[in-house]
């Protein structure tokens, strides 16, 4: 049966879903910010802005997207995929793009250093267009509440590290809301899951649907993703807070583990990295160590 979900005192049950770091402390490790952030919590900085120069602020514009692509990327290999422009503005938007990157491992490397050498790099992406104005499916609807896996890149419980940065020159917060604990999310959806299918993610391998063996952690992740993005009445009533992020901020959170929907905003950065829950200072906080306990056996 499935497990039902409260709507009693939304606002105690949601309480420190968002945890402010204090202006001054954004260099400073605290325990509790550690265990919050791998609790699925987001870690706030007010006063920790990506700042453009005057020469990038030619930049803020939409013209920069190519239309043909959802966001600007910039990858671990520095190639710059989804960006317009001449040679020149290419080039500036790739320095901006590697500017970000170092500024966003300096931050998560005085938040918690024991993460600095297990940290796997991801892309850097630019969002210069409007949120609300995407009309997409709604599995790949980021304004539905969900956690975030990928159809077609298993990766087997690794971890997925975000840093944000609100880089809006015309004072327009990106507001996100904010859902349950992972535990929550996956007690509620778990008994509508299909099982899964050995044979089916070996077909899938070598078919070339995904690039490597999706395993049962992958398959449930996927699952849940879908679950929660499809439940229209949970994505009305189930626990959760809208906070507006306001431009000169900066926000860190494990978007695997941290149930979110992204409803607004314009002009976003965003770096991923990937970490081993092992690496964790709290690995059995994890979204692979709890799936792997309500299963009841291994997933990966």
Known sequence: MQQPYSNKNKETY????IVEIPAGQEGTRNTEWIAALEAGKVLYLPHAPFVFTDAEKKLLTPDV???KSRNISFGPDNRLKGG?????TLALMAAMMERFRNQAEALLATLAPKYTESLERGAISYRPSVVEDR?????ADDKRMHVDAFPSRPNRGQRLLRVFSNVNPAGVPRVWRVGQPFED???HFLPRVKPYSAWQASLMKT???TKSLRSEYDHLM???HDAMKSDEDYQKNAPQVTFGFPPGSTWVVFSDQASHAAMSGQFMMEHTLQLAPSKQYHPEASPLAILTRLQGHAIV
Request: charged share 25%; no cysteine.
């Open 84 to 88: 317009a422009g001449d040679e020149a």
């Open 222 to 224: 996927l699952q849940l």
């Open 135 to 139: 009309v997409q499916s709604w599995r």
């Open 65 to 67: 997207r190519d239309p």
């Open 14 to 17: 949601m309480e420190q879903q």
């Open 207 to 209: 078919l070339g649907i």
């Open 185 to 187: 999310v996956a007690r």
